[in-house]
């Protein structure tokens, strides 16, 4: 690894995580903030199409905003249900009852229908907006211009899952002849699909795993997270209304505790997981049937970006900001590692430690912020120790603003140069942290690249073709999107999500996640008998009798 620059701290490398500096960006006392307080005193849950009001294993929502006056008491906004066991297994016996074996009302139904019912849901879920972006705003910190984004692109998913639903069953109403075999086919629902979303987009990753597996009749029990929960109570008395009892169960709680005791029934038939891999694994080892359970995973990643000699560094500096700071970093997406040649490397590091300093850090209602609070009580004590190991190993903090933090909130910290003996070069950070390493030889980036246990995205920054070439051509077989010149991102929803190794199992947009939670199921006659021609036609007329054929239109 080449360190052949000379690298200088602005800050002589010293933590400062008693920062009076980022304590007043904290409100000075509850008077003093402008926004209105959310106050949620009802822990709810959806079960078998009721809005249940449960305090059992009640405890305060606490979010990452303190004031200056009380530091050490972070300010509530309501109560949240740690669901028991049992409130778990009666909602699956909920689920069971709705789907019916596939003759309940919502599998039944036609796929027009169900897109009818969908829409209305979504034309709800735009009107209370405000209300669902707020909560976002308190419970995790996330911008208020972020929190009112990830509601805005959630009903957009959902209409864009409609229209991909609409067009499936279009392609499927064609006769298919192969062979001697006259058939069509339709994709029908699974069975009972158990979903869950993790804090970072509470709403947004959720109803992209759920979303698809409702359209195409299945039922479903939801998982909201320990951090992000009360953003989903606004909906309940929204799904109660246009979905039939039972289609869809609302849960609040630890997924140990919920998803582990629905999953040790068997009586789960797929599973769409976000989070990581030891607790995917955590949660499936249990299952008693595992080669029957359809699981869609999305977990952890290591996303590189990569400055090839030629880069453009305005270009790099400005797509490696959004990427580190989107959410403090807190999106699998992010960049969590950069590779800049030496060459260059003097150069990036300053444009980029100026760019980072410039950032507007505080709370999450003020305009053009940045940086926000972390909502994990133990996120600044885990950066805080990646940046000591970092340190004693040889990396300086590069940027003026790096280092710092109080209580919840971080000021975003460059660390170079990186070199494999760190915890940062392997361990995916998930917080405002970046490492830098300078190489010399480009098979070094694409090694550190193509020998990770993740593989979700990567980023490439340069024009010159033939190393472009051999960059693209090595990690296209290690991840699931290669971005060239433009930053990692998930979207559109139309496009393939997925990635390799711990980094994802499945495809995650509405066009896959639609097939993935059906079955591609024929109905077919040999063709060489004309009264199983007819018979076959006519079950696919109005007058049919076969809900199957005709009325999954």
């Known amino acids: 690894m080449s360190q052949q620059i000379q690298i200088s701290s602005p800050v002589g490398d010293k933590l400062d995580w008693d920062c009076q500096e980022l304590k007043e960006k904290f409100p000075r006392s509850k008077d003093d903030i402008a926004v209105p307080i959310p106050d949620r005193k009802d822990c709810l849950l959806l079960i078998d199409g009721k809005v249940i009001k449960s305090s059992q294993n009640a405890s305060e929502v606490q979010t990452p905003i303190v004031t200056q006056d009380k530091p050490d008491e972070h300010i509530t ?6 669901a028991s066991k049992d409130q778990a297994l009666g909602a699956l016996q909920a689920a069971q009852r709705a789907y019916g074996y596939g003759r309940g009302a919502w599998a039944k139904m036609s796929l027009t229908e169900r897109c009818k019912s969908m829409e209305a849901f979504a034309d709800g879920l735009e009107k209370m907006a405000d209300e669902v972006a707020q909560l976002l705003m308190w419970e995790i910190a996330k911008s208020d211009k972020d929190a009112h984004s990830e509601v805005t692109r959630t009903v957009a998913y959902i209409r864009t899952a409609i229209k ?18 006259l058939c069509q086919i339709r994709h029908l629902p699974v069975g009972v699909v158990l979903a869950s979303s993790p804090f970072n987009y509470p709403l947004n990753e959720a109803y992209t795993t759920f ?13 909201a997270p320990r951090n992000g929960a009360t953003p989903h109570f606004p909906t309940l008395e929204l799904f109660a209304k246009h979905f039939p009892a039972g289609t869809i169960q609302v849960l609040t709680g630890s997924g140990r505790e919920v998803m582990g005791a629905l999953i040790e029934t068997g009586k789960i038939d797929a599973v769409a997981f976000i989070g990581t891999a030891s607790s995917a694994k955590g949660l499936l080892q249990n299952a008693p049937n595992p080669q029957r359970l359809r699981v869609m995973y999305e977990g952890e990643a290591k996303d590189a970006a990569i400055l090839l000699p030629d880069a453009d560094l305005d270009v790099a500096v400005e797509a490696c900001v959004s990427g580190m700071t989107s959410f403090n970093g ?23 430690s100026e760019a980072i300093d410039g950032l507007k850090l505080g709370m999450p209602w003020e305009e053009g912020v940045k940086l926000t609070p972390l909502c994990e009580d133990t996120k600044p004590g ?5 940046i000591e190991d970092a ?31 760190m915890r940062i070069w392997s361990e995916e950070q998930f917080g405002p942290v970046t490492p830098v390493a300078i190489y010399d030889d480009i098979q070094q980036p694409i090694q550190y690249v193509s020998e990770s246990e993740y593989g979700l995205q990567c980023s490439v920054y340069g024009y010159e ?42 495809i995650l947009n509405a066009t896959e996640g639609l097939k993935f939670f059906s079955v591609p199921t024929m109905v077919a006659t040999k063709n060489d008998d004309e009264r199983n021609v007819k018979a076959l036609k006519a079950l696919n007329s109005q007058d049919g009798g076969c809900r199957v054929l005709y009325g999954a239109k």
């Not at 499936?168 to 006769?175: D, G, H, I, K, Y």
């Open 465 to 506: 073709k033939q190393t472009l070439g051999t960059v693209v051509d090595a990690l296209a077989y290690h991840v699931g999107r290669l971005n060239i010149n433009s930053p990692d991102q998930r979207g559109p929803d139309i496009f393939p999500f997925t990635g390799r190794g711990n980094s994802a199992l499945g």
């Open 77 to 82: 906004i309501g109560n949240f249900e740690m």
């Open 211 to 223: 979303i698809p597996a409702l359209l195409m009749g299945n039922s479903i029990i939801l998982r």
């Open 382 to 386: 885990y950066i805080k120790e990646l």
């Open 391 to 421: 340190l004693t190993k040889g990396a300086h903090i590069v940027n003026k603003t790096g280092g710092k933090c109080f209580k919840t909130l971080c000021g975003l910290t460059i660390l170079a140069p990186a070199n494999k003996d």
């Open 330 to 352: 807190q999106r699998c997406t992010a960049v969590k590692m950069i590779w800049v040649h030496q060459s260059q490397a003097k150069d990036f590091l300053g444009k980029l």
């Open 164 to 181: 991909e639903a609409e067009a499936l069953s279009e392609s499927e109403s064609a006769w298919q002849e192969e062979k001697g075999i």
